[in-house]
């Protein structure tokens, strides 16, 4: 949900807005867009998908961040400036790795949705994670218990992949051995 105000700001003042909020503030060409604080559900749930994946991954090529961690999106092709804050991002090109943030596109982002930011998960981010060459985008929807895939094909475009509801198992196409059995991961 962007904020109120939709005067368009610098990223120096969205910058300083940060520092004067505990909330959680992201930045997409001028716009500010605030998340709401995880749910007791929402936090579950990610810690479950980041345990696996850190677990999978601890001794390869990538690593998870879970949120609050800063992904600034960069390709030279794409003027503006993006600032999100992703709930899972898996990074395996590390160059663009230092101690606030990541600049680069990751290898995959889970986001997961909370009822008031649904629009800009579905939407917003999806079109953006596909134009900077996201490969894959996770989102889990613990509203209707549901998980959908999304990968890039050959022309750069998101494809759905998978969708699960309740039931059944999906699978990574960019980190093979990463599956998650929805029957076991919804359980409160």
């Known amino acids: 949900m962007s904020l109120p105000n939709e005067e368009l700001v610098s990223l120096k003042k969205f910058y300083q807005m940060r520092e004067q909020t505990d909330q959680l503030l992201e930045y997409i060409d001028g716009v500010v867009y605030m998340s709401p604080s995880p749910s007791t559900v929402h936090q579950r749930l990610s810690m479950r998908l980041a345990a696996q994946l850190y677990n999978l991954l601890e001794s390869g090529d990538c690593e998870v961040f879970s949120a609050p961690f800063d992904v600034k999106l960069s390709n030279e092709n794409i003027p503006g400036d993006k600032v999100v804050i992703p709930d899972l991002s898996v990074i395996c090109d590390k160059s663009g790795l230092d101690d606030q943030q990541y600049t680069g596109a990751p290898t995959m ?47 750069a475009k998101y494809e759905q992949k998978d969708i699960v509801r309740e039931k059944g198992i999906v699978t990574s196409s960019v980190l093979p051995d990463f599956s998650v ?8």
């Open 109 to 155: 982002i889970i986001e997961i949705i909370s009822p008031s930011n649904q629009a800009h998960d579905l939407i917003t981010k999806l079109n953006l994670y596909m134009q900077y060459g996201v490969k894959e985008y996770w989102i889990v929807n613990p509203l209707l218990n549901t998980i959908m895939v999304y990968a890039l094909n050959e022309k």
């Open 181 to 188: 059995d929805a029957e076991k991961f919804f359980q409160q």
